[in-house]
């Protein structure tokens, strides 16, 4: 290949901060296509792929990992700051995911003591947040992890100059094009699908499972209390919906101020 | 399959591309099957759908008058996904288009009154293609009065074609009158100096607040952003414009252009509308019936 | 032109219907219910059932379908399905639910995939099974007068057979030894076992006037009730068999040349359904979308409601909005 017909690529870097790696995993997972799709760019850095890294200006940088300590926030804004495009991909970089399911709920402190027995910070940690609190992100790609067929839409219309497409509905919408049962309407299952960002295909409803929330709420439209209301009503406990909730979304307001309601006690 | 589906896009060629402003471009096309030119036929305020393959549709209005067969003129602003594609076209290159669809302003019923074309922003795009249909046909209307609101100088579409008409727009029986927002813009405050009757900082109302109009034998037509129509029907109906005597045409969703995939729906239940079937042409007293409309 | 068909005929009958197409009917998938689902087995077919989640319309407007491959250079080429289909055991409320299709994607502008399938499919209806849920009654839309084939109504031992088209007298014709004429005791049985249906449809709803009073109670505090506990999600669009709504999508492939149009059904309760490029949305809030829907289905076209009384939307509502109760709040009658 010549230098012409790569300076004609867009420069692209894949970054980790705080999390599993799983997203650039599943950018790799893309078998199929892996090899056609990485020549249309020009891949500065990709640590899950290569050793080879090169501190330069970016065309789109993809960021995986939520922001947990000062040294993710230090390689963020600098990410930023070379990139014309930055991208957040998976649950941890767009919401924290995991990470941040007890966020304004226990202290930094009392998890230090819980896990290392000990009170100081050493690892100068704060709670972990999606990119999106302290940087301009230009695109979200949900997921824990990313979906591969969603990934490679976005990056097709990443490689065609047009904004990527990820859904803004829930996942219900997808059980009813697949004709799925509804396990809450059937079975009374605990199911987080009617808040929960689609683009999954409804994977779990699918296998007949009820949604854990993977995907994360839909941003601005997620009606939190409609969903503790309805589980409330199949006889779940406050307790256990919350927890439910704030697993992959413990940064989303609308979840955290759920409260649990005194005498709460359902049967399961 | 060989049924002919209407609703398939056709495929257009770009002979021609004007930057306007920094957000938006004029579009020349033409057809290039010649089957479907001869077919394709239409009036001021219908719309098109635009297609950039593997991007999307998106509606757009057609801003000029039906001269040539196959041949029209498309004013886009750089506003979406789709609209961001066709602002990366170059002349020569292909798009696909699908209409024209909507109803359209009534030139027939307007014929032999005065019009008085309102326009804010991007809104004079379709008043642009009633605009050329009067002067095409001149004799059929009476005195035409445009009065358009900018943001700035920079912001002004169709530029060197309306300040003709703004100097000399009388020879016609054509008054064109200017309002601009910017009150710092000093290419405007220049044209304010030049006829301090038609160019004058404010927004559009001002015009109307500061012009003598009658709704005597005369129709207005509106076309702005959402927000525009309700001071504007609010000035002329204070001066004596019955809801039936303006037009005004709306902005929707508008997916599929044929009334089917639902977006541009509005409306409470005794009068459901389809803003790109039943419109996008509508009048006040559409919109007084009509929940939602304006 | 009346028919009639013996139960244990039904087999027979059946298996003839293969040469018209692949035949479709109802099966058990659920505790709740039946599906329509492709019969690979007579003994599958439960033509006693309730509703099904997903009504018919999925066979002519499909939950999701390609409508055209694309490429950057030629355009567009149609994707069209036109393969022969047999739709065994349509209710009544679903038929008029697709005659009301018939007048969107039918006009003026008709749309040829729908085209292609509704001219490609046989509809054979058959007398339904009320639950608390129906209120098809209400609606007008308790009988099919058109929109079908041939119509099983049941009685004890056999069905009386409407014939509703040529199609369906092909279908008769073909079976001529199975099919008999009904007795005066078949009539008389039809009657009862009519009025027996009928009186197990006790949910109603005063649609008389409903217009008016949902123009007028735009700002009705129950709509704002409802709204709070709704997720937005949907679902009672997706399983109504009048909703229509549908989304177009143009996906590329990696060599930035070819590619897919894509359409799927669509809901007025995404927030981003009256959304425009450019960031103005007509519907922003929830409240607003929910007034919409309702409005939408007590609108009439032609003079038939929008909405035929299946009661699927309150059924598959997974925050339990019960579309007539709603509706009688808003009446306060």
Redesign the interface.
């Known amino acids: 290949m010549t230098e012409t017909e790569n300076n004609l690529k867009p420069r692209i870097g894949v970054f980790s901060l705080t999390g599993c790696a799983g997203d650039q995993l599943m950018i790799l997972n893309l078998e199929d296509?892996l090899i056609?799709?990485l020549s249309?760019f020009d891949i500065k850095s990709f640590q899950e792929a290569s050793s080879y890294s090169e501190n330069t200006n970016l065309d789109i940088a993809f960021v995986e990992g939520s922001v947990s300590t000062e040294h993710d926030l230090k390689t963020l804004k600098n990410i930023r700051e070379k990139s014309s495009l930055l991208i957040a991909i998976g649950d941890c970089a767009v919401n924290g995911c995991v990470q941040a399911m007890r966020n304004k709920q226990t202290s930094i402190a009392e998890r230090m003591i819980d896990v290392y027995g000990v009170e100081d910070n050493i690892y100068k940690t704060f709670e972990p947040k999606g990119v999106g609190e302290y940087v301009k992100v230009d695109f979200e790609i949900p997921g824990c992890p990313i979906e591969k067929e969603e990934a490679?839409?976005a990056l097709?219309?990443l490689?065609?100059g047009d904004a990527p497409?990820i859904p803004?509905?829930?996942v219900?919408?997808e059980c009813?094009?697949?004709?799925y049962?509804?396990v809450?309407?059937?079975?009374g299952k605990p199911?987080l699908?009617?808040?929960i960002t689609a683009g999954c295909d409804a994977r779990c409803p699918g296998l007949g499972l009820d949604c854990v929330g993977c995907r994360g709420p839909?941003k601005?439209?997620t009606?939190a209390?409609?969903?503790l209301?309805?589980l409330r009503?199949r006889g779940y406990a406050d307790k256990y919906i919350i927890n439910r909730l704030r697993f992959f979304a413990g940064n989303f307001d609308d979840i955290q101020i759920l409260g649990v309601k005194e005498n709460s006690k359902g049967d399961k | 399959?060989t049924?002919k589906?209407?609703?398939?896009?056709l495929?257009a060629q770009i002979t021609r591309i004007e930057e306007m402003t920094s957000i938006e471009k004029l579009f020349y096309l033409k057809l290039i099957d010649l089957n479907t030119v001869k077919e394709f036929h239409y009036t001021p305020g219908q719309f098109l759908e635009v297609?950039?393959?593997?991007?999307?549709?998106?509606p757009i209005s057609i801003c000029d008058v039906q001269r040539e067969h196959g041949r029209l003129q498309l004013c886009i602003?750089k506003?979406?996904?789709?609209?961001n594609a066709i602002h990366r076209l170059k002349k020569g290159d292909?798009l696909?288009i699908r209409g024209p669809y909507g109803n359209g302003f009534p030139m027939n019923l307007m014929e032999n009154h005065d019009l008085l074309l309102i326009a804010g922003g991007l809104g004079i795009a379709p008043l642009r293609s009633v605009l050329q249909y009067a002067l095409l046909h001149r004799n059929s209307y009476g005195s035409i009065t445009v009065m358009y609101g900018v943001k700035c100088y920079s912001m002004m579409l169709f530029r060197e074609e309306f300040l003709k008409l703004f100097r000399e727009g009388d020879k016609l029986n054509v008054k064109f009158l200017l309002a601009y927002e910017d009150s710092d813009d000093f290419q405007c405050y220049q044209l304010s100096c030049e006829r301090s009757d038609r160019c004058m900082s404010g927004l559009v109302t001002k015009l109307i607040e500061s012009t003598a109009i009658t709704p005597d034998n005369t129709y207005a037509v509106v076309c702005g952003p959402?927000i525009m129509y309700k001071f504007v029907v609010k000035e002329l109906t204070q001066r004596g414009f019955t809801p039936a005597q303006i037009y005004m045409t709306m902005?929707?969703?508008m997916?599929?252009g044929?009334?089917?995939?639902?977006?541009?729906?509005?409306?409470?239940?005794?009068?459901?509308k389809y803003v790109c079937k039943d419109g996008p042409v509508f009048t006040y007293w559409d919109a007084l019936k009509t929940?939602?409309l304006m | 032109m009346y028919k009639k068909l013996f139960k244990e005929d039904l087999e027979q009958f059946t298996s003839t219907l293969k040469q018209f197409g692949s035949i479709y009917g109802p099966v058990k998938?659920?505790?709740?219910g039946c599906?329509f689902t492709e019969l690979t087995d007579f003994k599958d077919l439960q033509l006693n059932y309730t509703r099904t989640?997903?009504p018919p319309k999925?066979f002519f407007l499909k939950?999701?379908e390609p409508l055209?491959s694309?490429?950057?250079?030629a355009?567009?080429k149609?994707i069209?399905d036109?393969s022969k289909t047999v739709l065994l055991g349509v209710h009544s409320c679903d038929i008029n639910a697709l005659n009301l299709l018939d007048r969107?994607?039918l006009?003026?502008?008709?749309?040829?995939h729908y085209k292609?399938r509704r001219e490609n499919t046989i509809i054979i209806g058959v007398s339904c099974e009320p639950d608390d849920y129906c209120f098809c009654t209400s609606t007008g839309s308790s009988h099919a007068l058109k929109g079908f084939d041939l119509f099983l109504h049941e009685i004890s031992d056999s069905y009386i057979v409407r014939v509703g088209s040529m199609k369906g007298f092909q279908i008769i014709t073909q079976n001529k030894h199975i099919i008999k004429n009904p007795s005066l005791t078949d009539i008389k049985e039809f009657k009862e076992y009519e009025a027996e249906r009928l009186s197990k449809i006790t949910l109603n709803l005063n649609v008389n006037g409903?217009?008016?009073i949902?123009?007028l109670s735009?700002d009705h505090a129950v709509w704002q009730e409802n709204a709070?506990?709704?997720?937005?999600?949907?679902?009672c669009n997706?399983?109504c068999p009048t909703c229509?709504?549908?989304?177009?999508?143009?996906?590329?492939?990696?060599d930035?040349?070819n590619?897919l149009?894509v359409r799927?059904?669509?809901?007025?309760m995404?927030?981003?359904?009256?959304?425009?490029?450019?960031g103005?949305n007509?519907r922003p809030t929830?409240v607003e979308r929910l007034?919409?829907r309702?409005?939408?289905?007590?609108?009439?076209s032609e003079d038939s409601l929008n909405c035929v009384g299946c009661g699927r939307c309150t059924?598959?509502c997974?925050?339990?909005i019960n579309f007539v109760e709603v509706l009688k709040q808003v009446r306060e009658d």
């Open positions: 296509t056609e799709l249309k490679l839409n097709i219309s490689l065609n497409l803004d509905y829930p219900c919408v009813k094009l697949n004709g049962p509804c809450i309407i059937e079975e199911c699908g009617p808040i839909i601005g439209e009606n209390k409609a969903e209301e309805a009503k | 399959m049924v589906n209407s609703l398939t896009p495929e297609s950039i393959p593997g991007v999307g549709e998106a602003r506003v979406g996904r789709v609209t292909r696909w959402p902005e929707r969703r997916k599929c044929v009334g089917k995939c639902g977006h541009c729906i509005t409306g409470s239940s005794n009068s459901i929940r939602g | 998938k659920t505790s709740r599906e989640m997903i999925k939950p999701k055209y694309l490429n950057k250079d355009g567009f149609e069209i036109d969107v994607y006009n003026q502008f008709p749309d040829l292609t409903i217009q008016d949902l123009d735009f709070d506990i709704c997720f937005g999600c949907g679902s997706l399983v229509r709504c549908y989304d177009v999508i143009d996906y590329l492939k990696l930035l040349k590619g149009k799927r059904w669509d809901s007025c995404l927030k981003q359904h009256a959304l425009v490029a450019g103005l007509f929830r007034y919409n309702f409005n939408c289905k007590m609108s009439c059924v598959y997974p925050a339990d």
